[in-house]
């Protein structure tokens, strides 16, 4: 199966780039590194938001899942529509694949949306388009929600306020917003026993003391030019810059964030030991360190042939032992109130299977889960019609999604950021969050 790894979150490796400790750990070269210091001025810090949501765990179905054959079975459509799969019913207000057993006994913690609509069915924009609530503008770079709330909201830790526990596509990059609001990647399979994150231990030459001289070097330059740089957002933002840096390598709590490890043998198998069920885990371990926004990424579900194969043998049992492990977990721990939720994948497959027993990229309408952080348990918003063609009700768009991330954490979807060439974006133009999905 393709997780569509990649060495580094700008392609290449940062072992190549300035060892020197703090830049290499954030894949730097000293061109991005002061190109990206005004992005940085904006960022602060806020432990809460006003919203009803902390964090965001977003994951991410790539390729399109069907939604007949997950969130919105139809037990009563003709067979080449409703497929080998049956429907089963779960605690919550809905029916779901017999697929996901152990996430329907979840639902009363869930609001599944059946009526979400997108007039691309193209992988690439669909992709930018239900990650940032913009279709592509050619030319311009759109920030993802992820970079949006590291801007807005900033930090609540010594951790990145944005992670992507795989290598994100360029759809989940910061957009105009600038390298710095990007998600750190920490690399590696979290399901290998001897995962770690690259790059958060300085080279083996770097000793403290060594580090120690360069910080204390830095600051005797710093010191020089200080008669120079007065009132330089430029100049407090490097600062600022370094100063975090400086504070993820020498923080043991954002280090053992990272360290599986420290999890007992029965937890990760609860979350299954595979790619996404210990990236799901770690995902947890992130939302318990105080990141504010981080993505796991499933794919492989672009099923244009034989997908009843590949779904029932492989993709959903991992993704419903997973799931539903992550959701009973973060409830446990007392984190689901304030950890938003988002299951989604660039839109949905053809309701009519065709003759290679499989369905196409279809996105008239198509589904998506919402969980935590202020959404209803136990909910389903809007409908498609009987055959899974059209919405049949409460129609959300893509804008509506973005509208409903930003109001979660207590972001105005209705206000307006800046590209640097002075291009203004709302960020959900047009967009009015779920509010049969709130609770």
């Not at 007949?68 to 003709?78: C, E, N, S, V």
């Not at 690399?187 to 001897?194: E, I, K, L, S, V």
């Not at 000793?207 to 710093?222: F, G």
Request: glycine share 10%; aromatic share 8%; with cysteine.
């Amino acid at each position: 199966m393709d997780y569509n790894w990649l060495s580094d979150c700008e392609k290449f490796h940062r072992r190549d780039v300035l060892k020197v400790g703090v830049l290499s750990l954030l894949g730097l070269s000293l061109s991005k590194y002061y190109a990206l210091a005004d992005a940085t001025a904006k960022t602060g810090k806020m432990d809460q938001t006003s919203g009803t949501a902390d964090s965001v765990v977003l994951i991410w179905l790539a390729g399109g899942p069907s939604h007949i054959d997950t969130f919105d079975p139809k037990p009563d459509a003709p067979l080449e529509i409703r497929g080998n799969f049956k429907a089963i019913s779960t605690n919550g207000n809905m029916q779901l694949s017999e697929h996901l057993p152990k996430i329907a006994d979840q639902a009363d913690k869930i609001t599944v949306v059946r009526s979400v609509t997108s007039p691309t069915a193209a992988h690439e924009i669909g992709t930018h388009y239900m990650l940032t609530g913009f279709m592509p503008l050619p030319g311009f770079a759109v920030p993802s929600y992820g970079s949006v709330a590291s801007s807005l909201l900033g930090p609540r830790s010594a951790l990145p306020p944005y992670i992507s526990v795989q290598q994100p596509g360029s759809e989940m990059g910061p957009g105009f917003l600038g390298a710095s609001l990007g998600p750190f990647c920490p690399g590696g399979d979290p399901a290998n026993a001897n995962f770690a994150v690259r790059d958060l231990d300085a080279p083996t030459y770097m000793t403290p003391e060594k580090e120690q001289r360069r910080r204390e070097l830095r600051d005797v330059v710093d010191t020089a030019f200080k008669n120079y740089e007065k009132g330089s957002d430029s100049a407090r933002a490097i600062d600022s810059f370094y100063n975090r840096a400086y504070t993820l390598l020498s923080s043991n709590e954002a280090r053992a964030a990272f360290d599986l490890k420290k999890e007992k043998e029965e937890t990760k198998n609860a979350y299954g030991r595979n790619n996404f069920g210990q990236s799901l885990l770690l995902s947890r371990r992130l939302v318990e360190a105080g990141v504010r926004f981080s993505t796991v990424t499933l794919g492989g579900w672009d099923n244009h042939s034989n997908i009843f194969n590949a779904l029932g043998q492989s993709h959903l049992p991992m993704f419903d032992q997973a799931m539903a492990a992550f959701i009973a977990d973060l409830e446990q721990r007392g984190l689901l109130k304030r950890t938003l939720i988002v299951v989604m994948g660039e839109f949905g497959r053809t309701p009519i299977i065709n003759r290679d027993a499989g369905r196409d990229h279809y996105s008239r309408v198509f589904s998506l889960m919402l969980a935590g952080g202020g959404i209803k348990g136990g909910n389903v918003v809007g409908a498609s019609d009987p055959k899974g063609m059209e919405p049949a009700a409460d129609l959300v768009r893509p804008e509506d999604l973005a509208a409903t991330i930003y109001h979660c954490l207590g972001i105005d979807y209705t206000q307006s950021i800046t590209s640097p060439e002075g291009i203004r974006i709302t960020l959900a133009r047009g967009g009015t969050h779920i509010r049969k999905a709130m609770a």
